[in-house]
């Protein structure tokens, strides 16, 4: 018996992480390895097989449970669905040359976080480290917590004053060297794995395996050519596997090679600072950051300077970000919570492109490593390509169940044939053989080929189209996609933008309008002084570089740039961004604006903010720009315009960017140390300054699109940072919301110290004539009472990200409900646009995301296919990527999707009836001990199903998107009525010529010859006898034989055929020319074995002569079997109206979430519910607003 199961048994690694596991103990049981040692000599390897594909049986046979502390050898389960299990030996380092510095009281020790991991794994006084790598990461035992804990990495739990103060001055070099031997290299290594290593790996897979097993059985069975037939073509596969394994691992190589080879400068403690190789830096190694141009090889927090970046390698779009230094003051919380979700304007990210550092007075800019090797977000993009998240498709889930039931046939088949053998006195060893044979017929081996082959195809389509893909799975799982999101600067609408004017605020009320063409005639003051200096635009190379709205807004000015860095080849500046007037500007009273600060623009944040003063002025001046009404909420009062959100909304209902513009008088400032200020006391009682219009005008491509995917069916939706106004018109606007649609409003607010939690709903009422992007037009918000109901295709609703998160959090309920008609979602920020992505799927649908790469990178990665609009190829923003910047992709990611899923469907129907007409054919030829000769296997193999198997798939997608999507599970009613159709029909057609060939006259079971040589009676018999009595061979001619290989060679070639799906989700079967001639030239071929009379023939093909009567009665047989297959594959199994009508008539309930929920709203006459407020956790209600109880809230199945 084995031991007891420890408490401490288990535990969780990576909890709530995308690669979240399970982690068991155990430790090596000397008497079970003898055991099982025996247990692979009796089986003859086959117990070790079997451990090599189930580790969990290894562990579980060779060791016993132990507590995670003790343990020896650890066992990981993933916590997914799939509960993939991994085996991993626990491994020791050992620290002994450093035993004097870590066993010294804690005053004079090394290490300068004694509550860092690397200090809590260190086990004293053996001073060694326990540790386990999984997926290219080390993982080591805590001996505080009791529990693995991830390293190389710097822990989270830091606050901003401690990083500063703890690793501000660098490591000492025993603490680097120790932190080194514990945390591993700064390296991300891709091995580049031998031939041979490959070769084991691929021919110890199940599907391979299984075909040399076919391959050994064959061989004894004495079919040579059919047995080397199937060993050169797992040859080829092997090969072509191998080539394209050793290129993708080559390519990944050079990929991240360089990474491994830069020189970086660290500062250690109390010591100058060396260049060192980038491979030997460890987290907590201040590193100086100088020159320009030049990559990152670790993740690191800025804790002094400020640093430009490229970050187009993470999300696709290359423009300039300004990295800022990480605050000091703060003790009290972790830094990340500190900095909230804008925690990344501190971090420099492994594999970024610094393009310039700017110094302060406290010297270079310098940063504390924060992740290295494949730690960092360069290493987990590599470890995503490599370890890839594996897809929760129905489609795989079902390929497991279709193969349970193809074994379970095989073994009805094997009882079958040991009945049939023992009745007979067939030996033993004749009986097992004969029954492998048969389970070798029933399940085909290329089954699973049949589901890549469309995918194969589809890739390489899209990569003619400029869309590359990253995770070829994904491609499938395109067809099913029912909802796709859209990001809308730079997806919908154009990256530029143009300035349309400036509205400036004259304290009670906003001033006209002064248009682009009207720029003159503003005046020196705060709003100039803030388009000329509150942005992030830089100086590259003599050209301007920037955010598109930075840029229009600067360029509107006429002023010029300053470039500090040009008399400094190092890149490295000290001095602040200085814009001064240019020979077009209309404003020479004052000589330029030095920027000395800056708070970039953060998508969570909403705005960013600039301290300046003027060249040889005396003042501090603060400018802010960004959301309205986020500018505004950090203004005084008085200066906010009355009629603000009255000016708002009339801008932002025409699809207008609005920004804006505030500023203050820095009054408390000292400009030597501005990166000590909070900014909490910088951003304060501003002034409001005005607002800037921009016009942001829709891609032309932009409308069609969108028309096709509602034509199609295809629900779409937008999720921005952009204003809920602006973005509401945009979804009208391009036809996202039709015209004859309502738009409902939804604010949902948090509690206060008078009332709970409450939800309000607002109809917008549009003007329904045509919009004139020059004329303003009064819009106005009307309410519509519950009497009104409104049909569920109807409406939409809007709501803004603050809206998202007071539902998240008080209305948990309600959030589905919304979702159903959600369309237009507002500044939602980077977490909240993933957030909404995961929430759809939680109902069911099959979501897309469509971005620019820019905030959408978190998005893009949850969705079930996400695109990003990048230009590089390279880029691992999304599964994929295209070149054309516009969502001209998504439908043709859409349409391939489903062409790829349709030719997944009809290959597996294909590949499975191939395996179960053979099937059924050794099953009737069994009855006398017979099957099908060598060459008669080769023709059908190859001659017939694996050229079919190669030019079918190759069909191309429909140039037009259907309203419906195609089936994507394998048990679905038309494709498990297909297989159950198509296999009685073969049973029963194969059957009838079995029988009915030995009812002819001319048949004689003594005398093959007998049908065409009647003349020679006696000499027939002793042939036919010598023939299957003295046969050194398993087959020998019949009658039955010949007549079922006819019957089979032909009836393949009518399944593809009638399989080859063509509108409306593939091009129609003739525009693929290659398999047209294929099915012609393989008709021709197998009606030519039919009535063709050539002895060499026969002996070849092993066939018998039979009369032109019974040719003519299979031919007329297989013209049955092709006008009767045609007509139910056409017009009744995928006749879409009819299981439609099935449906109905059975009142069949949907399976998806959204469907059950779409059916209880459509009979809540109260839903939607407008001119109401829903409270939480109160009845209470405001003035005429109603109280709002849904029941279908109440109902258990929601």
């Known amino acids: 018996m084995k031991s007891k199961v420890p408490q401490d048994h288990r535990a969780i690694i990576n909890e709530g992480e995308e690669n979240e596991m399970e982690i068991f103990g155990y430790r090596v049981s000397v008497p079970w390895i003898i055991l099982c040692v025996i247990g692979y000599c009796i089986s003859g390897g086959i117990l070790l097989l079997l451990f090599y594909w189930k580790p969990e049986w290894s562990v579980w046979a060779n060791c016993i449970p132990s507590s995670l502390e003790k343990a020896n050898v650890v066992l990981l ?361 048969l389970l070798t017929s029933a399940i085909c081996p290329i089954i699973p080929a049949a589901l890549t082959v469309g995918i194969i195809y589809a890739q390489s389509r899209l990569k003619k189209k400029t869309i590359f893909c990253i995770s070829p799975d994904r491609i499938n799982m395109c067809g099913q996609l029912n909802l796709f999101c859209f990001d809308k600067t730079g997806t919908l609408t154009e990256d530029g933008l143009d300035l349309m004017g400036i509205i400036s605020s004259g304290g009670a009320c906003f001033q006209e309008m002064l248009k682009h063409d009207q720029m003159n005639e503003l005046t020196w003051g705060p709003l100039l002084g803030a388009m000329t200096s509150c942005h992030s635009v830089i100086m590259v190379d003599g050209n301007l570089q920037g955010d598109p709205l930075d840029l229009k807004m600067f360029e509107a000015t006429g002023w010029v740039l300053k470039d500090t860095t040009a008399e400094n080849s190092k890149g490295c500046s000290s001095e602040n961004m200085v814009v001064h007037p240019g020979p077009s500007a209309w404003i020479n009273t004052v000589k330029g604006i030095n920027v000395l600060f800056q708070y970039p623009f953060s998508s969570a944040l909403q705005r960013m903010s600039v301290i300046t003063e003027v060249i040889e002025g005396e003042e501090l001046s603060v400018y802010m720009k960004g959301a309205p009404e986020m500018v505004a909420s950090f203004c005084r009062p008085e200066t906010v315009p009355s009629e603000f959100l009255d000016v708002l909304e009339l801008y932002t209902f025409q699809g207008l960017r609005v920004i804006g513009v505030a500023y203050k008088i820095l009054t408390n400032g000292n400009r030597d140390d501005l990166e000590s200020i909070e900014r909490e006391e910088v951003e304060c009682d501003m002034e409001f300054l005005g607002l800037l219009i921009l016009e942001n005008s829709l891609k032309p491509e932009t409308k069609p699109v969108l028309e096709e995917l509602n034509a199609a069916n295809i629900r779409t939706v937008m999720i921005t940072g952009d204003n809920i106004q602006t973005a509401t018109t945009v979804a009208k606007n391009c036809g996202m919301i039709p015209e004859s649609s309502k738009v409902i409003l939804v604010e949902a607010q948090g509690p206060d110290s008078s009332s709970p939690a409450y939800v309000t709903w607002k109809l917008l009422e549009y003007p329904q004539s045509e919009r004139n992007a020059k004329l303003i037009q009064e819009i106005s918000i009307d309410f519509e009472g519950v009497d009104g109901k409104i049909q569920s295709s109807d409406f939409h609703f809007s709501m803004s990200g603050k809206t998202y998160e007071n539902l998240e959090k008080y209305f948990n309920d309600l959030l589905p409900k919304l979702l159903m008609n959600g369309t237009v979602f507002a500044r939602m920020s980077p977490g909240q646009k993933s957030a909404i992505i995961d929430e759809y799927r939680k109902l069911d649908y099959y979501v897309g995301m469509c971005g620019d790469g820019a905030n959408d990178c978190a998005a893009l990665k949850m969705a079930n296919a996400g695109i990003s609009l990048s230009v590089q190829e390279a880029s691992v923003a999304a599964p994929f990527n295209s070149h054309v910047t516009n969502i001209q992709c998504v439908p043709e990611l859409l349409k391939e999707g489903r062409a790829a899923l349709v030719t997944s469907f009809c290959m597996f129907k294909y590949m499975s009836m191939f395996g179960l007409i053979e099937y059924i054919n050794t099953l009737l030829l069994y009855w006398q001990r017979n099957i099908f000769g060598n060459n008669q296997f080769l023709v059908h193999d190859f001659a017939v199903m694996f050229v079919i198997f190669l030019t079918m798939s190759s069909t191309p997608a429909y140039h037009k998107l259907a309203p419906y999507r195609p089936p994507g599970q394998l048990i679905s009613p038309s494709m498990l009525f297909s297989v159950v159709y198509n296999v009685l029909f073969t049973i029963a057609m194969q059957t009838y010529a079995f029988l009915i060939v030995q009812q002819q006259p001319w048949y004689s079971n003594i005398d093959v010859y007998s049908a065409c040589y009647p003349e020679n009676t006696s000499l027939n018999v002793n042939l036919t006898h010598d023939l299957i009595s003295k046969r050194t061979k398993k087959n020998y001619e019949s009658f039955e034989n010949s007549t079922l290989w006819l019957l089979t060679a032909v009836h393949l070639v009518i399944l593809a055929f009638v399989f080859s799906k063509g509108k409306p989700f593939r091009k129609p079967l003739y525009t693929n020319y290659i398999f047209v001639a294929t099915l012609i030239v393989e008709f021709t071929l197998t009606l030519f074995f039919i009535f063709a009379d050539f002895k060499n023939m026969y002996v070849v093909l092993e066939l018998v002569c039979t009369p032109t009567s019974w040719r003519v009665h299979m031919l007329v047989m297989l013209i049955i079997c092709l006008v009767v297959s045609f007509i139910v594959e056409e017009f009744i199994l995928d006749n879409r109206a009819l299981w439609l009508a099935l449906k109905r008539c059975l009142k069949l309930k949907p399976g998806s979430n959204y469907k059950k929920l779409r059916a209880i709203l459509e009979e809540d006459k109260q839903w939607p519910p407008i001119e109401t407020t829903v409270y939480a956790e109160s009845k209470m209600t405001n003035g005429n607003s109603k109280e709002y109880s849904n029941p279908a809230f109440q109902n258990d199945f929601v």
């Open 77 to 437: 389960r993933s916590t997914d669905e799939r509960r993939k299990y991994t085996r991993k030996k626990v491994r020791w380092i050992t620290l002994d040359h450093f035993k004097d510095f870590l066993l010294c009281d804690s005053e004079f020790s090394v290490i300068a976080d004694k509550n860092s991991i690397v200090n809590r794994a260190i086990k004293r006084p053996d001073v060694k480290v326990k540790f386990l790598r999984v997926q290219k990461l080390r993982y080591v035992w805590d001996h505080s917590k009791k529990k693995f804990e991830k390293i190389g990495t710097l822990e989270e739990e830091h606050s901003c004053n401690s990083i500063h103060t703890k690793y501000g001055s660098g490591l000492k070099k025993e603490e680097q060297d120790i932190r080194r031997l514990v945390c591993g290299h700064n390296t991300i290594e891709v091995e580049v794995a031998p031939l041979w290593k490959l070769l084991i790996n691929k021919v110890l897979n199940l599907f391979y395996v299984y075909q040399f097993f076919t391959v050994v059985l064959w061989l004894a069975e004495g079919y040579l050519g059919y047995a080397i037939a199937i060993l050169l073509l797992c040859f080829c596969t092997i090969t072509l596997s191998l080539m394209e394994l050793r290129q993708q691992s080559k390519k990944l190589h050079n990929l991240v090679k360089a990474h491994n080879t830069m020189k970086v400068n660290v500062c250690r403690r109390d010591e100058d600072c060396d260049q060192i190789e980038s491979r030997h830096l460890v987290p907590g190694d201040i590193i100086v950051l100088s020159g320009k141009n030049f990559f990152m090889s670790c993740d690191a927090i800025l804790i002094n300077g400020t640093c430009i970046v490229n970050e187009g390698m993470l999300t696709g779009e290359c423009i300039p970000v300004t990295k800022t230094q990480l605050p000091h003051g703060d003790d009290t919380m972790p830094w990340k919570q500190y900095s909230g979700e804008d925690y990344k304007r501190h971090v420099l990210f492994c594999g970024t492109e610094v393009i310039r550092t700017e110094s302060t007075a406290q010297g270079q800019a310098r940063a504390v490593v924060l992740r290295t090797g494949f730690n960092t977000t360069k290493g987990d993009m590599v470890r995503s390509i490599l370890y890839p998240k594996p897809l929760n498709f129905k489609l795989h889930r079902d390929v497991k169940w279709f193969f349970i039931f193809l074994g379970f046939l095989a073994v009805v088949g094997i009882v079958y044939a040991v009945i049939i053998f023992v009745q007979r006195k067939v030996s033993a060893w004749r009986i097992i053989v004969e029954s492998l044979v």
